[in-house]
């Protein structure tokens, strides 16, 4: 059975970095994309960050670039979301994600599996 389990979340002020991490086990995504999502509360789950496990290619979405940062440990089967610079804005239920498939994918429907979320709240 696959499961994806992140930590890392919390209360801080902004400004204040975070970082969260995503462990897979039963299977490993080393050659897929996983990603993170995040879904602050009446809005729509939206795209944070992905990594291209086999290359090492990652991509963001505009409102994170430059302050965001996915990386991937395929020795652990973990991967990581290092937050920096955050803002209330980003404040939201965040979320990894996991497809078998390598490719860029930024849409919730083209992952496969999922963790169960982890709340990150900053405060201004």
């Known amino acids: 059975q696959v499961q994806l389990v992140e930590s890392g979340g919390g209360l801080v002020q902004a400004g204040d970095s975070l970082r969260l991490s995503c462990a897979a086990s039963?299977?490993?995504?080393?050659?897929?994309?996983t990603g993170w999502f995040r879904q602050a509360p009446g809005k729509e789950r939206e795209f944070v960050g992905g990594i291209i496990g086999s290359i090492g290619f990652t991509y963001y979405a505009a409102a994170v670039k430059g302050r965001f940062t996915v990386s991937r440990d395929n020795a652990r089967n973990t991967m990581y979301l290092q937050m920096n610079s955050l803002k209330p804005e980003d404040t939201a239920l965040y979320y990894c994600?996991?497809?078998?498939?390598?490719?860029?994918?930024?849409?919730?429907?083209?992952?496969?599996?999922w963790g169960q979320g982890t709340q990150v709240t900053v405060s201004s």
């Open positions: 039963g299977r490993t995504f080393s050659n897929g994309t």
């Open positions: 994600a996991a497809s078998v498939s390598a490719a860029i994918r930024n849409l919730p429907w083209q992952y496969d599996y």
